[in-house]
């Protein structure tokens, strides 16, 4: 069992940037792909950006340029900065971590184990 818990979310102003932390409790950590997403009220988690074993990012259209996704094996943490949000980014953020398949690993189907969420509030 491998618990995820996110941390870093709040109100900021639109232009502003936040740094969401996510640590995960036990295990391998180094040997999983890790994801963020994201969900709005009323609407489907949303793929954010995820991190390969060996640091490699990918990210959605929206986060490309803005956001950055990092992790820390050592301390068994997964980072994501997010910079110049706007209103549209606002939802709630989770980390997750991905099965051990192939693929992209950009739908929350490819995920096991998820963080409780943190929210995030861009206003304008």
């Known amino acids: 069992q491998v618990q995820l818990v996110e941390s870093g979310g709040g109100l900021v102003q639109a232009g502003g940037s936040l740094r969401l932390s996510c640590a995960a409790s036990?295990?391998?950590?180094?040997?999983?792909?890790m994801g963020w997403f994201r969900q709005a009220p009323g609407q489907e988690r949303e793929f954010v950006a995820r991190i390969s074993r060996s640091g490699t990012p990918y990210y959605s259209d929206s986060a490309k340029g803005r956001f950055t996704i990092s992790r820390d094996n050592a301390k068994n943490t997964v980072y994501l900065q997010m910079n110049s949000l706007n209103p549209e980014d606002t939802a709630v953020y989770y980390c997750?971590?991905?099965?051990?398949?192939?693929?992209?690993?950009?739908?929350?189907?490819?995920?096991?184990?998820w963080g409780q969420g943190t929210q995030v509030t861009v206003s304008s």
């Open positions: 036990k295990g391998a950590f180094s040997n999983y792909r």
């Open positions: 997750a971590k991905a099965r051990l398949v192939a693929g992209p690993a950009t739908s929350a189907r490819d995920y096991d184990y």
